[in-house]
């Protein structure tokens, strides 16, 4: 069983950075599939970024090369760059994986519902 904690979420003006941080325990990290996914307030849940067990990164289309999504097997961590930040970034973040398995089709990994496991989110806020 994974556990996911995440941290590094705070209050930011347009235009700062912010790095998002989350640990997991409990599972072969290296062979984790790690994604990043945010929902603010009456919207959905939207993906961010993954960083595949194979090394492979995807983002979501908002992000325009602004986030970088990184993993440190050595820590058992993942990290979410995010650097000029807007208002409409301001969402809970959540740190979610998926056990690495026989594939279960092309671009699995922008629906939630196929990771296992997930965080408790952290908040990020950006003010204009």
């Known amino acids: 069983q994974v556990q996911l904690v995440e941290s590094g ?5 347009a235009g ?13 990290f ?6 990043w996914f945010r929902q ?8 961010v ?6 090394g492979n990164t995807y983002y979501g289309d908002f992000v325009k090369g602004r986030f970088t ?20 970034d301001t ?4 740190c979610a994986a998926r056990l690495s398995r026989v594939r279960i089709g092309s671009n ?4 939630g519902a196929n990771y296992e496991y997930w965080g408790q989110g952290t908040q990020v806020t950006v003010s204009s």
């Open 9 to 13: 979420g705070g209050l930011v003006q």
């Open 16 to 28: 700062g950075s912010l790095r998002l941080s989350c640990a997991a325990s409990g599972g072969t």
């Open 30 to 35: 290296s062979s984790l599939g790690m994604g």
């Open 40 to 47: 603010a307030p009456g919207k959905e849940r939207e993906f």
């Open 49 to 54: 970024a993954i960083s595949r067990s194979s």
């Open 69 to 88: 999504i990184s993993r440190d097997n050595a820590r058992n961590t993942v990290y979410l760059q995010m650097n000029s930040l807007k208002p409409e």
């Open 91 to 94: 969402a809970v973040y959540y």
């Open 108 to 111: 699995w990994y922008l629906t």
